[in-house]
């Protein structure tokens, strides 16, 4: 939260100093370097948890909205409301999306039941073997998405940020 709060104060700053598209694409970036600190990292204590915490969170305080600033810009005055509600729809359908992924790999992954107290030693190693494929697999999927979508608009006559 506190890093949410916060990055309210460095989302104007930022945007006018590198600009709608280098916030979008530097901030996409952020997120997905925050993913990766998990997936490799995750297992090593909680420190590097919480830096994947805090970098996931400022990139996505950042691409949320500069997404949702560009897109109400490119609206008439009475489509906000419309635009308002598909912003949020996006943004429910990638969580929606990103844990069904993640809950079928470590279903997949996983023996028994996963709210059964008393693991074994064998069950714990696979929820967390499961939930590192599950942290590759997003940052992967995340890191593929921004490439294509920075290559998408770095073809001649694909639409610019503005």
């Known amino acids: ?13 930022l945007v006018g100093r590198i600009g709608l598209e280098g916030a979008a694409w530097g901030s ?3 997120v997905v ?7 490799a990292l995750g297992r090593l204590g909680y420190p590097w948890v919480a830096l994947a915490l805090v970098l996931v969170a400022a990139g996505m305080r950042v691409v949320g909205v ?3 600033n560009n897109v109400m810009r490119g609206l008439p005055a009475d489509r906000t409301t419309m635009g308002a509600a598909l912003i949020d729809t996006a943004g429910e359908l990638t969580t929606g ?3 069904a992924v993640s809950g079928t790999i470590l279903a997949g992954g996983f023996t028994g039941s996963i709210a059964a107290g ?4 064998a069950q714990t190693g696979q929820f967390r ?7 590759v697999v997003l940052t992967v999927g995340a890191g593929l998405l921004v490439g294509w979508g920075i290559v998408r608009t770095r073809t ?3 639409p610019r940020a503005r």
């Open 1 to 13: 939260m506190v890093v949410l709060v916060a990055g309210g104060a460095v989302i104007s700053p």
């Open 28 to 30: 996409a970036a952020v």
């Open 33 to 39: 370097c925050g993913l990766a600190v998990y997936a």
């Open 66 to 68: 500069v997404a949702g």
């Open 97 to 99: 999306l990103g844990i």
């Open 118 to 121: 008393g693991w074994t030693a």
């Open 129 to 135: 073997d499961a939930v590192t494929v599950a942290a």
């Open 156 to 158: 001649p006559g694909a």
